[in-house]
Nanobody, 125 residues
Framework: QVLLVESGGGLVQAGGSLRLSCAAS????????MGWFRQAPGKEREFVAH????????RYADFVKGRFTISRDNAKNTVYLQMNSLTPEDTAVYYC??????????????????WGQGTQVTVSS
């Protein structure tokens, strides 16, 4: 069983930055594609970013390109999401997820086998 624990969320003013972390345990982290998703109140969960096992390939949702950066440290079993230039529209619960699939559509939540409990990000105007 893989356990994912997010941290780093909080309250920040518009234009500010946050760095989310997701620590994994119970599995071979270096084999997972890792993703970040978010869910705002009243909205469906949406893809934010993903990173392949080696870190060589990343993909972002259009609404975060140039502002967010996903990275990973396989030695620490941790994936990160650096979020800059935050806006109130970024307010949501952010979830990390791990996929054991060798291939898949990693922008879809169905591609992921394990999920964290989420961390709240609130951006004030």
């Amino acid at each position: 069983q893989v356990l994912l624990v997010e941290s780093g969320g909080g309250l920040v003013q518009a234009g500010g930055s946050l760095r989310l972390s997701c620590a994994a345990s119970g599995g071979t982290f270096s084999r997972f594609t890792m993703g970040w998703f978010r869910q705002a109140p009243g909205k469906e969960r949406e893809f934010v970013a993903h990173i392949t096992w080696s870190g060589s390939n990343t993909r972002y949702a259009d609404f975060v390109k140039g502002r967010f950066t996903i990275s990973r440290d396989n030695a620490k079993n941790t994936v990160y999401l650096q979020m800059n230039s935050l806006t109130p529209e970024d307010t949501a619960v952010y979830y990390c997820a791990a996929s054991m699939r060798i291939s898949g559509v990693y922008t879809r939540s169905s591609a992921y086998n394990y999920w964290g409990q989420g961390t709240q990000v609130t951006v004030s105007s």
